[in-house]
């Protein structure tokens, strides 16, 4: 079965990171740690998290 990156149904606001933590097997509170800080230190966390709710489908 071929891995689809999707949003997750098991949101907190898009489902980005959910959907980012099942594509790469990994848990989605790391995801969103990665994005927080991409946030504070670069500012660039949230353009990217903005840009992946818009281009994401949804499942």
Do not use: H, Q, W
């Amino acid at each position: 079965m071929d891995k689809r990156l999707v949003k997750s149904k098991d949101r907190k606001i898009f489902g980005v990171c959910g959907g980012l933590g099942n594509y790469f097997d990994i848990d989605p509170t790391l995801v969103r740690i990665a994005f927080l800080i991409a946030f504070v230190t670069a500012g660039a966390g949230l353009l990217i998290y903005l840009a992946c709710a818009i281009a994401m489908p949804s499942e």
